[in-house]
């Protein structure tokens, strides 16, 4: 009998090998840390959007969503404290001359070291201390520790001059900040509101990625609310729940779920807190943040580009600048999280070595809703005819070769929760089997009905 364990390995398997996520650049060798979405892999992602959209931007009063530029003006950078602060602390090993993350050759090393407390000088003693090894060559020889700044700078324009280094933003937060006059004048809100943005963000990262979780091209669905200093605390403890309670709604247990407060904050932030989820292989890993921005951000804005950004109470003339409450997801990890929990290997027969490979997905996450099969390819016609009605509501796929079970078998693989097959009865019942993916379990229903069937079980 094969190996049933759930692992990272098999889990990228099955995402290259069923068009989740492919390598970037493959046939040219690829870019590390870069991956690209294939056809399923952009539906699921896309799902994932809707329901944050649904939850954040259309459930929520008084919440917008913008879609600001990617290349900002660079001002922005220096006021946000990136062009400055944004950096890893980086060392090389002399003698084959890899370079790691300090922090992450200690909290290898040893995870109760807590490296993210420590400032540089004490990381460089504790590595020399500790002996710490270079992971690729095993020999005790790193320079000093230097700060690396992680955003990727480009240039505007045809030369090089250093007066036109422009970045590409290392998280959206910003584009909702430089935005927060429009949106309030423009939507003729007040305080408490929220802006939230979907959107890729760089980041020049030298670690080993572990497939998707750290890429140097990754998304963000930032939420930022903007309120009265003094209710900033109580709304960073409302949103870490409120997260908490997305992603189980997206299909996360509470169980593979947990809070990590920080000791080290960000320069942005008073209070900061993660959720994290436990990976298959990697073990614990972020894949979203809480941060209590107070008003370092706009205050920043305000000073840089000197334009006025407190606000006026409309009922008590009272000005301040607004405090942030940031909430940020990151997509591809949020995707990643919900292809590990998903992933299983059923054993059907031990005897057999029959195992069968399903992704529980939430339904309403999963990128094709139905397979759309008929029992012989001369019924093809008419199973035809009803993948071309269904489709006009949701993403369904039609599937005519190899056994039915076989079918079954290849769309469990990719988490489609429901078949549905025509067989020689439908030609004179008008009715089709429905097979379900986890239970399988079967019901008959009129081919009228199959729609609303669906439909009811793949909401979000
Ligand atoms: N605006 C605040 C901010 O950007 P962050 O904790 O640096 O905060 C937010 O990033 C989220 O973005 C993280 O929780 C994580 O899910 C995701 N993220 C950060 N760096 C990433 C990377 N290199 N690859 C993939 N996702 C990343």
Same mark, same amino acid.
């Given at each position: ?9 098999? !889990? ?14 493959? &046939? ?17 992602? =896309? ?14 009063? =008084? ?19 990136? %062009? ?21 050759? !200690? ?10 407390? #420590? ?15 270079? *992971? =690729? ?22 030369? =090089?001059?250093?007066?036109? &280094?422009?970045?590409?933003? *290392? ?75 997305? /992603? ?10 947990? /809070? ?6 960000? @320069?942005?932030?008073? $209070? ?9 292989? #990697? ?52 995707? #990643? ?19 069968? %490979? %399903?992704? @529980? ?6 990128? &094709?809703? $139905? ?39 290849? $769309?469990?693989?990719?988490?489609? *929760? ?36 669906? $439909? ?5």
């Amino acid at each position: 009998m094969n190996n049933t364990e759930k692992t990272m390995d098999k !889990i990228i398997a099955l995402c290259k090998g069923r068009g989740f996520i492919f390598a970037g650049s493959e &046939i040219y060798g690829g870019l590390a840390n870069t991956w690209d979405y294939g056809p399923l892999g952009t539906r699921l992602k =896309n799902n994932v959007k809707d329901a944050w959209r649904k939850r954040f931007i259309q459930e929520r009063r =008084n919440s917008y969503e913008v879609d600001a530029d990617i290349l900002m003006n660079p001002r922005v950078w220096e006021a946000s404290g990136h %062009v400055q602060s944004f950096s890893d602390p980086l060392l090389d090993c002399k003698e084959c001359k890899m370079r790691f993350r300090a922090d992450n050759l !200690i909290d290898d090393f040893d995870p109760s070291a807590h490296a993210d407390g #420590l400032t540089k000088e004490q990381m460089f003693q504790y590595i020399k201390d500790h002996h710490i090894p270079c *992971p =690729n060559c095993g020999k005790h020889n790193f320079t000093d520790i230097r700060e690396f700044n992680l955003m990727f700078q480009t240039y505007r324009g045809v030369t =090089n001059d250093a007066k036109s &280094i422009i970045y590409l933003r *290392p998280e959206n937060a910003q584009g909702e900040y430089v935005n927060y006059p429009n949106v309030l004048r423009s939507m003729r809100t007040k305080l408490p509101f929220s802006i939230g943005q979907i959107g890729k963000a760089f980041r020049n990262e030298i670690t080993p990625g572990n497939f998707t979780f750290r890429t140097i091209e990754f998304e963000q669905m930032e939420f930022q609310t903007f309120c009265k200093p003094g209710d900033d605390l109580d709304l960073y403890a409302y949103f870490k729940e409120f997260g908490k309670k997305f /992603f189980e709604d997206l299909g996360l247990p509470a169980e593979n779920l947990r /809070f990590h407060d920080h000791e080290k904050l960000a @320069h942005y932030a008073k $209070a900061a807190c993660d959720i994290e989820f436990l990976f298959p292989s #990697l073990g614990w890993g972020e894949i979203n943040g809480t941060h209590d921005r107070t008003d370092f951000d706009l205050s920043r804005h305000q000073e840089y580009s000197g334009q006025k950004l407190e606000y006026i109470d409309p009922f008590t003339a009272e000005r301040y600048i607004p405090y942030i409450v940031e909430s940020t997801y990151g997509l591809d990890r949020t995707v #990643l999280a919900l292809l590990c929990q998903a992933y299983d290997e059923e054993v059907v027969d031990a005897e057999k070595n029959d195992v069968r %490979v %399903v992704l @529980h997905l939430n339904p309403a996450m999963a990128p &094709i809703k $139905a397979a759309v099969l008929p029992l012989s390819k001369k019924l093809g016609e008419k199973a035809m005819e009803i993948r071309d009605e269904l489709a006009k509501s949701f993403m369904v796929e039609y599937d005519e070769t190899g056994s039915i079970g076989k079918r079954y078998r290849r $769309a469990d693989e990719i988490g489609t *929760p429901f078949c549905v097959t025509y067989d020689f009865d439908s030609e004179t019942d008008g009715c089709v089997t429905i097979r379900e993916r986890d239970s399988m379990e079967q019901v008959r229903i009129p081919i009228s009905e199959v729609k609303d069937y669906i $439909a009811s079980r793949v909401q979000f």
